[in-house]
């Protein structure tokens, strides 16, 4: 019989490295995942502030790195 192998994890990023958020002005921005391939935009991450999906003019969801600023 062979002995029982446990894998050992990588850690990613460091102990000194803070997370950070997206902030649009004051307002913290929350990550969310977007099916828009029906619509032909595709599938991605997009933000909400307050509940609300963030937008370009034409309805189309913004995806999550253009929004807002890290802090």
């Known amino acids: 019989m062979g002995t029982a192998s446990t894998k050992v994890g990588t850690r990613i990023g460091s102990k000194t490295s803070i997370p950070r958020k997206r902030y649009v002005g004051e307002e913290l921005v929350t990550p969310c995942w977007y099916h828009g391939s029906r619509e ?7 933000g909400h ?4 999906t ?3 003019d ?3 969801p913004v995806p999550f790195r253009q929004i807002g ?3």
């Open 69 to 71: 600023a890290l802090k």
């Open 54 to 56: 963030v937008c370009d």
């Open 40 to 46: 032909g935009h595709g599938n991605y991450m997009t």
């Open 58 to 60: 034409t309805g189309k």
């Open 49 to 52: 502030i307050n509940s609300v």
